[in-house]
């Protein structure tokens, strides 16, 4: 190749393969309600280490589903490339293999709701320049993430402006012969009350006054399809503003990995929205 040729090759892979600069580090993150500490993997911009000391970021929370933990996201995804192109705080908390990400009512050293939640959204804050505003954080998840991101969201309407599911298991019911799920749930039938009460799709309607910015989406060959259906026709019902998609494919990292790059845009719109109506309320 003459040298011509060569400067412009090189000059087109600087333009159409951005150099991603995110910085990602593993953190320690203590529980006071579960009395042990957990890790969790943060992922921020280049802007943050490169911009100014005085800027502040959004905050996207993403869970990990069942048998996962704090590494899977980075570990199946090029989830880091999102932090640069949307300039937010990617934070990826542990939340057990089979937590379901509640409170369990029969296995008190299981408060997963309460840890990512609380504390470990009182620890991100503490620790990095976050916008530490409801309209500054969102919470998604994928299938047992899903229904976690989902459950603390509405349990914490003040906190999280944007949450999401991705291949959620919006209705845990489904999901009885799941390993462990009992262990947190308890019995279906002696801790029905709980596992209904607990049921995404059973309180659809908490969605009406939390004020949050909504999106969901599942793989049409996913078998929880269904159960994400049966919430989108519930939210039409109740008149519940929310994004839904179906796409190809099923319950596997292949989805997860596309999915996640939407949800993303979604919550970095959904910031970008709320900072402007907060500009325009202030002048």
Known sequence: MNPARAFWFILLLLVTSPAWAFHSEVVTIPSAAM??????????????????????????????????????WTANSHIGKLADRYHVILVMPDGGHESWYIDSPINPQSLYETYVGTEVVAFIDGHFRTIATKQARAITGLSMGGFGALHIALGRPDEF???GSISG?????????????????????????????????????????AHIALTIDCGVND???????????????????????????GHTWKYWS??????????????????????????
């Open 258 to 283: 596309n999915a996640v790059q939407y949800q993303v845009l979604f919550f970095a719109s959904a910031f970008r929205r709320a900072a402007r109506d907060a500009g325009s309320a202030t002048t």
């Open 169 to 209: 298991a919006v209705d845990p019911r489904g999901c009885e012969d799941e390993p462990g799920i009992d262990q947190v749930f308890g019995d279906p039938a002696s801790h029905a009350d709980f596992w209904n009460n607990a049921a995404i799709v059973e309180n659809a309607r908490s969605f009406s006054g």
């Open 223 to 249: 078998s929880l399809v269904q159960s994400n259906r049966t919430l989108h026709e519930r939210l039409i019902e109740l008149g519940v503003p929310h994004d839904y998609a179906e796409r190809p494919g």
């Open 161 to 163: 402006g944007a949450a």
């Open 35 to 72: 009395h042990q500490s957990f890790e969790a993997t943060v992922v921020v911009p280049d802007q943050y280490g490169h911009g100014k000391a005085t800027d502040r970021f959004p905050v996207v929370y993403l869970l990990h589903g069942s048998g996962g933990d704090y590494t899977d």
